[in-house]
């Protein structure tokens, strides 16, 4: 019976490379349907494992809180009011985003696990004549917990450094390539400002494609230099801190940077908050909305009801966005499963035309002893093997699509397995489903009809 089959396979074989032009042309839907929907998952997965990457990065069940900067140029915002018919301006004085605003949060809100303040600051590095570009960030220790960062070697600040505001560092990939390109940088110094830092950690390279998601709070590390947050304030810059020259809206120098504030204050914008950024995690992703409620209040009561700082959950914004890329892909992949429909129906339209133009070789098959199973076998046989030989041409087209795509545009695309069998299986089935009828067609004529057939 195999035997029998075989032969019927054989037959549709030779019949599909008597007409390679035809069985090409048959096959473009599959081919080029296999591929579009292999490129769309390659395009969906690697939109997901950005996002899951950068969730990493910002932190799960992290909540920031950034400073607004004030336009008056005094750190204070002004409210207009109406009293008799004229409008005056109010001015209410906030003391900015600070190191008590953090030790309050710690001490006061039960869900918060960890806390950092962050201080940036741009400038470069020097060491040994090298002068690199390098953003310092001063933190507390919590800060690579809540980032996830990990060391690629050394260690982290220790308490009496962090106490203290002890000159030490910890140094991104980058700046490790850069500076210290044939020494370890454990234990070496550089310079950053007036003050020389002792290097005590590098962390592991990082290699997110972040495109315009900074915004959401993601960090990349390489190019950063990480000090203590107590080494920043006493060592660096201060902005709690008021001096004569401040007040008078003159220009003043700390710690080798040249910070200038205009003479006209209200043209100019003044940065009179301590700290940069608060990140705050909580104990479960369940209490992110009630502790932002929390937090929001809090913050709107040390800082004298004057709105000055602004408050984000970035996990929750990359999650939506993976939601929206989620439903974007869908729409992708369903338009792309589409054309394995079209691919199908052509298969079937060309299958009948086949049959039509042979009907004259189905009926000697018959009048020689051959059963409508053997006739069903042949037809079936060519509407699968042009399938599956298209899914196979449509299976490679797409990985070279995915390779193309992402080499040129700079889009991220993975592609799993799972994409390839699901495309791929498709493609046979589809075969099979549209090669049935024709199938049945041509077996179910009569033999004298068909010999006599012109």
Known sequence: MFSRYFHDIEIAIESLLGNKLKSILTALGIIFGTAAVISMLAIGNGAQQEILDQIKMVGVNNIVITPIQDLTGDGENGDESSENGNSKSQKKFSPGLTMKDVYAIKDIIPSVKKITPEIVANSFVVQNGKRVA????????????LYNVDLEKGQIFNDYQVENGIPVCVIGANISAKVFSNVDPINQYLKFGHVWLKVIGVLEKTSVNLSASDNAGVNVVNDNVFIPVQT?????QNRALVNSKSLSGGSSFFGGWFFSFSGKQETTTSNYHQLDKIIVQVEETEQLTSTTEILSRMMMRRHMNVKDVEITVPELLLKQQQRTKDIFNFVLGAIAGISLIVGGICIMNIMFATVMERIKE???RLALGAKKADIIA???????????????????????FSKLIMKFTGILT???PGSIIVAFGVSAVIGVIFGISPAKRAAQRDPIESLRYE
């Open 232 to 236: 920043m304030l006493m060592r660096y």
């Open 362 to 364: 189905i009926g000697i």
């Open 378 to 400: 042949q037809f079936l046989s060519e509407a699968i093997l042009i399938s599956v030989s298209g899914g196979l041409i449509g299976v490679i087209l797409g990985v070279v």
């Open 414 to 416: 993975i592609i799993s």
């Open 134 to 145: 390098a953003k310092v960030i001063g933190v507390d220790n919590d800060y690579f917990e």
